[in-house]
């Protein structure tokens, strides 16, 4: 007998969301963290979402977990971005009361039944013919369990780096996890270093706002939760200030002294975040560079500086902030640092988030070389519902590219792996018509509710969604605008719901009418998207055994082969992904899988 | 990227490309009978599984290719089991490029190698051996990836592709940065960059329009054999089509009128035409013959003079004209192209020279040229898409985005597939981004 049914290491975003997937399934689920008060914690910007993030955090609510949640009830100022570029792009961010937010959390696992909270650091993963079977820690324990889920986030042999100084840490002020890359990489485990960064916290009342411009959020503030119709919390504005001449000099000047610079820091770090100084070096014409000034919550005096973040040592830190408008007197509370962490491989994992080279263990989060809160719960969900799967002896939960951001950002890491911190865009999927935020529940709940991942509350409002969108058309078809139905009025790019100023409509909740707004405007590009995936979902459903014998085929090419045999693909569709394989392969490889599946 | 896969349209030629008395092209896919039926005026519709159907070809704007047979395949009866068709047409090259030019047109795509042999396996025609459709399908790739799509390309067309490449990906990238980021950071707002897109919808379309206004691809070239009576042009005329049409003999002014065929030369279709001899006669008949012969030649592509071996200046002159020797076995190699019917010396020779000369009359001045199809529908398509992209833009930005990614989707095949990570690259290479 195991001591649990499952243990989860880390306590972070990807923690929170597998352990308590993992409890809510009834299964005893122990989550060991090196501190229960860091539970939940933000470590970099005070903010959830963002474009194609925002959508992350409404799929990750559509299956049942909690970023949504948390984030509804911690939020201080809400935007949707993007409303002017279109629908398919737009995505809600919230700025977040950090202390709020991880509070909620450990309160949230602490009330969860089946849940239990370990203090400890787990320096060993333990197994038993090839499955994961419990965790040794640093004091000296023992603890077994049917599945491991691994989540360390930048804890992982982390190291960070201010300038000359440097220190193991996870995050500033926080020891970090040793000895456990070296046990997975002598049980040949591949690793390799990441790096990111994270900018200066300042007092506000050491700021001169009548420096800077006012950013005030949306009103009124919108839910990230399907489970909640509206959010009547304070808004909070945030700042705009920007860097100028002075800045960039003394950047320039002491660019030396920059532990990346001056080749300390390996571990590679992602293009879409640079540092400051990054900026000023790669992007010499431009004179000046976008600051915001974030609040980290509502009873603090932090202040949290977006965009520039920084590995400079302190002394310049000061100086470049001192140069900037706003900023000129700001009292540095907490210094901008990097950090440098082990990361595992993803190509090592199945599209299940459990890796190829131990059963049972699972492993999601900034763990696989990813970046940012979101992509973080996301992985922690997906792997948590798939460690309840293997335990309960039923089928995985894959989700396609059409189907989740969640499926296009597992799909990425699994089949292309990542050479530098892994974020989501919209970029990055191919169907994002389809992947509207606005459609996550009607896209996934219906998943979540045959997987029990979805209680009957869940499954009541997204009925009475569906019921209203139909009505909605309804009242549409029935009403004549301009000679035409109002529904068909509907389809010009100029006209809105709003504008149609048909009085029964305003019964409905916006965000119902919204989202009946866009399926009409946008049915055309919408049956588009779909044709296309029905063209491929032939091949997606082609599945590949994960043993499949690929030296037993002739007349694939080597070069595929290996491929093939590094990542195993699970469908025809994923193997079609792996960059670089020949067309004909996959042609001789389909005809291999299916006259195996005849004997 | 290309790739095998079952049920949508797909056509291909299941004869060889060459002048034949009879051709196959056969089309299999969802809806296949449906697209095609416009093209046909045979009823197809409402004819059982497995009967041939009579009627003509016309392309789209109603005009008759050809007169044919159809035979219908519904789902589960054909070799593909897949809805499907098979024309039996006139073995003729222009009339097998105009139908399909037609085919394309109708969304009906050329399959790739062995796409049919793949797709009847998958369908689950037991008849067929897993061990044949695995070598077929090998065998293509060999094939195939000796003419792949980007090896094949020419310099000009390739430099001109990549060019038109990595311009959409800047503007896809320009596009795709206001997607990935929020207007607090790209406050900027994006503009159609509507002298670029045009520009490259009149480059491609310019393109496109090589292949078809091409006579040498759409209906061939005309290549007339004239020369002194005797001088040994029906000897050249069946060297170069291998098998003995014409009649030869020994003497002077058999051929009295002219005799024509179609063959390939090179890989250009030739209307072969052995003319009279020229020479001066009174008898009336002849004469006409000979009259007939200089109008042809005033209307050829290209005049190929054959001087017997005795004959040292040539009676004509002209922009279209080369000079061939024949009978090296009695006068030996003398510098100039020659030939000899006897022992097949020089006739490889002479058929590089005309299609060098066919080719080299063909090409536009500054529009690199297409030789297929294929790249002829990929290149409309994109422009297609380019055009949608441009109509879109008071629909989002997001739209727009989608099209031009359409546009270079349908670019693939001749440029390489674009991915996501490219554009991504091109993004964070440009733009100075991230808070």
């Given at each position: 007998?195991?001591?649990?049914?499952?243990i989860?290491?880390?306590?972070?975003?990807?923690?929170i969301?597998?352990?308590?997937a993992?409890?809510?399934?009834?299964?005893?689920?122990?989550?060991?963290?090196?501190s229960p008060?860091?539970?939940?914690?933000?470590s970099c910007?005070?903010?959830i979402?963002?474009l194609?993030?925002?959508?992350?955090?409404?799929?990750?609510d559509?299956?049942?977990?909690?970023?949504?949640?948390?984030?509804?009830?911690?939020?201080?100022?809400?935007?949707i971005l993007?409303?002017?570029r279109?629908?398919?792009?737009?995505?809600?961010?919230?700025?977040?009361d950090?202390?709020?937010?991880?509070?909620?959390?450990?309160?949230?696992l602490?009330s969860?039944?089946?849940?239990?909270?370990?203090?400890?650091?787990?320096?060993d993963?333990?197994s038993?013919?090839?499955?994961?079977?419990?965790?040794?820690?640093?004091?000296?324990?023992?603890?077994?369990?049917?599945?491991?889920?691994?989540?360390?986030?930048?804890?992982?042999?982390?190291?960070?780096?201010i300038?000359?100084?440097?220190?193991?840490?996870?995050?500033?002020?926080?020891?970090?996890?040793?000895?456990l890359?070296?046990s997975l990489?002598?049980?040949?485990?591949?690793?390799?270093?990441?790096?990111?960064?994270?900018?200066?916290?300042?007092?506000?009342s050491?700021?001169?706002?009548?420096?800077?411009e006012?950013?005030?959020?949306?009103?009124?503030?919108?839910?990230?939760?399907?489970m909640?119709?509206?959010v009547?919390r304070?808004?909070?504005?945030?700042?705009?200030?920007?860097?100028?001449d002075?800045?960039?000099?003394?950047?320039?000047?002491?660019i030396?002294?920059?532990?990346?610079?001056?080749?300390?820091?390996?571990g590679?770090?992602?293009?879409?975040?640079?540092?400051?100084?990054?900026?000023?070096?790669?992007?010499?014409?431009?004179?000046?560079?976008?600051?915001?000034?974030e609040?980290?919550?509502?009873?603090?005096?932090?202040?949290?500086?977006?965009?520039?973040?920084?590995?400079?040592?302190?002394?310049?830190?000061?100086?470049?902030?001192?140069?900037?408008?706003?900023?000129?007197?700001?009292?540095?509370?907490?210094?901008?640092y990097?950090?440098e962490?082990?990361?595992?491989?993803?190509?090592?994992?199945?599209?299940?988030?459990?890796s190829?080279?131990m059963?049972?263990?699972f492993?999601?989060?900034?763990?696989?070389?990813?970046?940012?809160?979101?992509?973080?719960?996301?992985?922690?969900?997906?792997?948590?519902?798939?460690?309840?799967?293997?335990l309960?002896?039923?089928?995985?939960?894959?989700?396609s590219?059409?189907?989740?951001y969640?499926?296009?950002?597992?799909?990425?890491l699994?089949?292309?792996?990542?050479?530098?911190?892994y974020?989501?865009f919209?970029?990055?999927?191919?169907h994002r018509?389809?992947?509207?935020?606005?459609?996550?529940?009607r896209?996934?709940?219906?998943?979540?509710?045959?997987?029990?991942?979805?209680?009957?509350?869940r499954?009541e409002?997204l009925?009475?969604k569906?019921h209203?969108?139909?009505?909605?058309?309804?009242?549409l078809?029935?009403?004549?605008?301009?000679?035409k139905?109002?529904y068909?009025?509907?389809?010009e790019?100029?006209?809105?719901?709003?504008?149609l100023g048909?009085a029964?409509?305003?019964?409905?909740?916006l965000?119902?009418?919204?989202?009946a707004?866009?399926d009409?405007?946008?049915?055309?590009y919408?049956?588009?998207?779909t044709?296309?995936?029905e063209?491929?979902k032939?091949?997606?459903?082609?599945a590949i055994?994960?043993?499949?014998?690929?030296?037993?085929?002739?007349?694939?090419?080597?070069?595929?082969?290996?491929?093939?045999?590094?990542?195993?693909p699970l469908?025809?569709?994923?193997?079609?992904?792996?960059?670089g394989v020949?067309?004909?392969?996959?042609?001789?490889?389909?005809?291999?899988?299916?006259?195996?599946?005849?004997? | 990227?290309?790739?095998?896969?079952?049920?949508?349209?797909?056509?291909?030629l299941?004869?060889?490309?060459a002048?034949s008395?009879?051709?196959?092209?056969?089309?299999s896919?969802d809806?296949?009978?449906?697209?095609?039926?416009?093209?046909?005026?045979?009823?197809?519709?409402?004819a059982?599984?497995?009967?041939a159907?009579h009627?003509?070809?016309?392309?789209?704007?109603?005009?008759k290719?050809?007169?044919?047979?159809?035979i219908?395949?519904?789902?589960?009866h054909?070799?593909?089991?897949?809805?499907?068709f098979?024309?039996?047409?006139?073995?003729?090259l222009?009339?097998?490029?105009?139908?399909?030019?037609?085919?394309?047109?109708?969304?009906?795509?050329?399959?790739?190698?062995?796409e049919?042999?793949?797709?009847?396996?998958?369908?689950g025609?037991?008849?067929?051996?897993?061990?044949?459709?695995?070598?077929?399908?090998?065998?293509?790739?060999?094939?195939s990836?000796?003419?792949?799509?980007?090896q094949r390309?020419?310099?000009s067309?390739?430099?001109?592709?990549d060019?038109i490449?990595?311009?959409l990906?800047?503007?896809?990238?320009?596009?795709?940065?206001?997607?990935?980021?929020?207007?607090?950071?790209?406050p900027?707002?994006?503009?159609f960059?509507?002298?670029?897109?045009?520009?490259?919808?009149?480059?491609?379309e310019a393109?496109?329009?090589?292949?078809?206004?091409s006579?040498?691809?759409?209906?061939?070239?005309?290549?007339?054999?004239?020369?002194?009576?005797?001088?040994?042009?029906?000897?050249?005329?069946?060297?170069?089509?291998k098998?003995?049409?014409?009649?030869?003999?020994?003497h002077?002014?058999t051929?009295r009128?002219?005799?024509?065929?179609?063959?390939?030369?090179?890989?250009?279709?030739?209307?072969?035409?052995?003319?009279?001899?020229?020479?001066?006669?009174?008898?009336?008949?002849?004469?006409?013959?000979?009259?007939r012969?200089?109008?042809?030649m005033?209307?050829a592509?290209?005049?190929?003079?054959?001087?017997?071996?005795?004959?040292?200046?040539?009676?004509i002159?002209g922009?279209?004209?080369?000079?061939v020797?024949s009978?090296?076995?009695i006068?030996?190699?003398?510098?100039?192209?020659?030939?000899s019917s006897?022992?097949?010396?020089?006739v490889?020779e002479?058929?590089?020279?005309?299609?060098?000369?066919?080719?080299?009359?063909?090409?536009?001045?500054?529009?690199?040229r297409?030789?297929?199809?294929?790249?002829?529908?990929?290149?409309?398509?994109?422009?297609?898409?380019?055009?949608d992209?441009?109509?879109?833009?008071?629909?989002?930005?997001?739209?727009?985005?989608?099209?031009?990614?359409?546009?270079?989707?349908?670019?693939?095949s001749?440029?390489?597939?674009?991915?996501?990570?490219?554009?991504?690259?091109?993004?964070?290479?440009?733009?100075?981004?991230?808070?």
């Amino acid at each position: 007998m195991s001591d649990y049914d499952a243990i989860v290491i880390g306590g972070g975003h990807a923690g929170i969301e597998a352990s308590l997937a993992l409890s809510r399934q009834g299964f005893e689920t122990l989550l060991v963290t090196q501190s229960p008060d860091t539970i939940g914690r933000m470590s970099c910007n005070p903010s959830i979402g963002g474009l194609a993030k925002g959508n992350l955090v409404r799929e990750i609510d559509a299956l049942g977990g909690e970023m949504g949640k948390l984030i509804d009830a911690s939020m201080i100022q809400m935007r949707i971005l993007n409303r002017r570029r279109g629908p398919a792009v737009q995505a809600p961010r919230a700025q977040a009361d950090k202390f709020t937010y991880s509070r909620l959390a450990k309160e949230t696992l602490e009330s969860t039944p089946h849940l239990h909270i370990f203090m400890d650091t787990v320096v060993d993963i333990l197994s038993e013919d090839g499955h994961a079977s419990g965790v040794r820690t640093e004091r000296g324990w023992t603890i077994t369990s049917r599945a491991v889920v691994l989540t360390t986030g930048t804890f992982m042999d982390g190291r960070i780096f201010i300038g000359e100084y440097d220190a193991p840490a996870g995050r500033l002020g926080e020891g970090a996890a040793i000895g456990l890359g070296d046990s997975l990489r002598s049980k040949g485990f591949h690793t390799g270093r990441m790096k990111t960064g994270t900018p200066a916290r300042v007092k506000k009342s050491s700021l001169d706002f009548g420096e800077m411009e006012v950013q005030a959020g949306d009103d009124p503030m919108e839910a990230f939760s399907f489970m909640n119709d509206a959010v009547d919390r304070p808004s909070i504005p945030c700042w705009v200030t920007y860097t100028n001449d002075e800045t960039h000099r003394i950047i320039r000047d002491n660019i030396g002294r920059s532990p990346l610079y001056g080749g300390k820091i390996v571990g590679r770090g992602p293009r879409y975040c640079p540092s400051i100084e990054d900026k000023v070096v790669r992007f010499p014409e431009r004179e000046r560079h976008q600051i915001f000034v974030e609040p980290e919550g509502i009873g603090t005096e932090e202040m949290y500086l977006n965009g520039l973040s920084s590995s400079l040592p302190e002394d310049v830190q000061r100086a470049f902030i001192h140069s900037i408008p706003g900023l000129r007197h700001a009292e540095v509370i907490r210094p901008a640092y990097a950090v440098e962490y082990d990361y595992l491989d993803p190509l090592d994992l199945y599209p299940t988030l459990e890796s190829k080279l131990m059963k049972g263990l699972f492993i999601a989060g900034q763990t696989n070389g990813t970046s940012g809160y979101e992509e973080a719960a996301a992985q922690g969900l997906m792997a948590g519902i798939n460690a309840s799967q293997m335990l309960k002896g039923e089928k995985p939960l894959i989700l396609s590219r059409s189907e989740a951001y969640i499926g296009v950002l597992i799909d990425d890491l699994v089949t292309k792996g990542t050479k530098e911190p892994y974020r989501m865009f919209t970029s990055r999927a191919e169907h994002r018509l389809i992947l509207r935020h606005d459609s996550a529940d009607r896209r996934l709940t219906p998943i979540a509710s045959e997987l029990g991942l979805a209680g009957n509350a869940r499954k009541e409002r997204l009925q009475v969604k569906e019921h209203e969108i139909a009505e909605i058309c309804s009242i549409l078809r029935s009403k004549r605008v301009g000679g035409k139905s109002a529904y068909e009025k509907l389809r010009e790019p100029e006209t809105t719901i709003e504008g149609l100023g048909i009085a029964e409509l305003s019964l409905f909740p916006l965000s119902v009418l919204t989202t009946a707004e866009l399926d009409i405007k946008y049915a055309g590009y919408l049956e588009r998207e779909t044709r296309e995936v029905e063209r491929t979902k032939r091949n997606e459903n082609m599945a590949i055994p994960s043993d499949f014998d690929y030296d037993s085929v002739d007349g694939i090419s080597s070069e595929s082969k290996e491929k093939f045999k590094a990542v195993r693909p699970l469908s025809i569709g994923q193997a079609m992904r792996i960059s670089g394989v020949r067309v004909s392969d996959i042609a001789v490889l389909s005809v291999a899988v299916r006259s195996r599946e005849r004997g | 990227m290309p790739h095998y896969s079952v049920d949508d349209p797909i056509y291909a030629l299941a004869t060889p490309f060459a002048p034949s008395a009879l051709a196959v092209i056969r089309g299999s896919g969802d809806n296949v009978i449906q697209l095609f039926e416009p093209l046909f005026t045979g009823k197809l519709g409402k004819a059982p599984t497995n009967t041939a159907v009579h009627g003509y070809i016309c392309d789209q704007d109603g005009r008759k290719i050809d007169e044919a047979i159809v035979i219908k395949y519904s789902k589960g009866h054909g070799y593909t089991s897949e809805e499907a068709f098979e024309i039996m047409c006139h073995g003729s090259l222009p009339v097998i490029r105009k139908i399909s030019i037609a085919l394309e047109r109708q969304g009906i795509r050329e399959a790739e190698r062995g796409e049919f042999t793949y797709r009847a396996f998958m369908h689950g025609r037991m008849d067929l051996t897993e061990a044949e459709a695995v070598e077929e399908i090998v065998r293509s790739k060999s094939d195939s990836a000796s003419s792949d799509a980007l090896q094949r390309l020419s310099g000009s067309i390739k430099a001109e592709a990549d060019a038109i490449r990595s311009t959409l990906i800047d503007i896809l990238a320009s596009l795709e940065v206001q997607l990935d980021y929020g207007e607090d950071e790209i406050p900027e707002d994006w503009v159609f960059p509507e002298d670029e897109v045009g520009h490259i919808i009149a480059r491609l379309e310019a393109i496109a329009a090589t292949y078809e206004s091409s006579r040498l691809y759409s209906s061939g070239a005309s290549v007339v054999l004239a020369g002194k009576t005797n001088a040994g042009k029906s000897s050249l005329y069946n060297a170069i089509l291998k098998e003995n049409r014409s009649i030869v003999s020994a003497h002077e002014g058999t051929t009295r009128d002219y005799i024509e065929t179609e063959c390939m030369i090179g890989d250009i279709p030739v209307r072969l035409f052995d003319t009279a001899g020229l020479r001066d006669t009174e008898e009336s008949v002849e004469k006409e013959g000979i009259e007939r012969t200089r109008k042809l030649m005033e209307s050829a592509d290209l005049v190929v003079y054959v001087l017997d071996g005795n004959e040292s200046i040539p009676p004509i002159s002209g922009d279209n004209l080369i000079m061939v020797r024949s009978k090296r076995d009695i006068t030996g190699e003398c510098g100039d192209l020659s030939f000899s019917s006897v022992t097949g010396e020089g006739v490889e020779e002479v058929l590089k020279a005309i299609s060098s000369r066919l080719s080299a009359d063909d090409v536009p001045t500054d529009v690199p040229r297409i030789d297929s199809e294929r790249q002829r529908s990929c290149l409309l398509e994109a422009a297609a898409a380019l055009r949608d992209a441009r109509a879109a833009v008071s629909s989002g930005e997001d739209i727009v985005a989608m099209y031009i990614q359409l546009a270079l989707s349908a670019l693939s095949s001749l440029t390489g597939a674009v991915t996501t990570d490219d554009i991504l690259d091109r993004l964070f290479s440009s733009f100075c981004l991230g808070k």
